[in-house]
């Protein structure tokens, strides 16, 4: 929300409109949620590209000679470590050690980063770097006013891009960027996506923005790209088993809660914020393991929603965290965190409380769907 509680709206806005998008609020921002069918948008990315607005997103520039050092103070993860032109996934957490959300850091130059943080929590991680940054030679900047950001997703989206781009996009790893330009608009073209998908992120100034969007809207035309809203994004994402901040990350749940305790690196110079409260979770999470993110395949047709719970025996044994009708299975599906002893694949009797009626489901490995490389 902007200071006045009007909903902000990114440098695409009319273009959305005029291309008859479902809007809705999102995390203050009025966003696209649909084109047309979900099913459709959702299908074109599994099989052909698929265009995204992402400028809701937050970006934050941290700059200077400590700003290595300040965001591995700041964070869980080894900043330092990442070379110059690679990104990092990464969280942010309380001195609790809750997560405050997930991030992906860019390293753009010797001593200059880009955090990534999700819409939602813009203003959170921007409000706790700066706090963070007392005593580091390095500056915090809010950069979320000048970038826009599209992506597009899916098997065709490099042979799109390459048809606009001289940039070496074969030789751009997952999870780098590279500056370049893209239909004679100078962008950071980053290959991180959130659909289970190959596909790129183009970070240009908002002016540029609708004249990036029809050049790659024309470079698809024969090849089956078509726009998408955050409607097919959330069920793209689900199947892929990614998570959610707001769903499968919390405040109360630390990144060893959420089976991602991989991305906290205790081996890393220094103290970073929560690094106490992280190492008895890592103990803890040993002894005593935690619930366990799961997925969950629906035996008939009723979808699950988060907050829902998961039952085995008539005893509650855990909770929906995101739930929906996958396109790709062609039937409902959910991430849920369970109890340890109901986390394995194949266990038998679990089901979700829909409204009152125990309906089957079989506990899966996550992700639900993996692309054929």
Not at 47 to 69: C, N, Q, W, Y
Request: net charge negative.
């Amino acid at each position: 929300m902007s200071s006045t509680g009007e909903l902000r709206h990114t440098a695409l806005d009319a273009l959305h409109r005029s291309l008859g998008a479902t809007m809705t609020d999102f995390a203050g921002w009025d966003m696209p949620l649909r084109y047309g069918s979900e099913r459709d948008e959702h299908n074109a990315v599994r099989t052909k590209a698929g265009l995204f607005d992402l400028s809701h997103m937050g970006e934050i520039t941290v700059t200077g000679p400590d700003a290595a050092r300040l965001l591995n103070y700041a964070l869980v993860g080894n900043i330092a470590s990442v070379g110059v032109g690679r990104a990092r996934y990464t969280m942010i957490c309380q001195a609790d050690g809750g997560i405050l959300d997930d991030l992906i850091v860019y390293r753009l130059a010797e001593t200059e980063y880009m955090v990534v943080a999700n819409a939602s929590n813009a203003q959170i991680v921007l409000d706790a770097l700066v706090e963070r940054s007392a005593g580091f030679d390095a500056e915090v900047r809010d950069d979320r006013d000048a970038y826009a950001l599209i992506a597009v997703q899916g098997p065709e989206s490099p042979g799109i891009l390459k048809s606009l781009t001289d940039a070496d996009l074969d030789g751009l790893k997952y999870y780098a960027g590279l500056p370049g330009t893209v239909a004679g608009v100078p962008a950071l073209i980053a290959r991180t996506g959130y659909t289970g998908e190959d596909g790129f992120e183009l970070f240009v100034k908002p002016e540029h923005a609708v004249e990036l969007w029809q050049a790659l809207t024309k470079a698809g035309e024969g090849v089956g790209l078509v726009p998408c809203g955050l409607s097919c994004r959330d069920t793209l994402r689900l199947e892929a088993g990614m998570p959610l901040y707001g769903h499968e990350l919390s405040t109360s749940l630390t990144p060893f809660d959420a089976g991602l305790g991989r991305v906290v690196k205790f081996e890393k110079e220094g103290d970073f914020v929560g690094r106490t409260a992280l190492q008895e979770a890592a103990t803890r999470a040993t002894e005593n393991p935690p619930r366990v993110l799961v997925g969950l395949v629906a035996e008939g047709r009723r979808v699950p929603r988060a907050g829902m719970a998961v039952v085995a025996g008539g005893e509650v044994i855990g909770e929906v965290t995101s739930g929906a009708p996958s396109p790709t299975l062609g039937k409902p599906i959910a991430m849920a965190y369970v109890d340890a002893a109901h986390s394995a694949p194949g266990t038998a009797g679990v089901g979700v409380d829909i409204r009152g009626s125990h309906e089957p489901y079989e506990v899966v490995a996550l992700p639900f769907y993996k692309r054929q490389k």
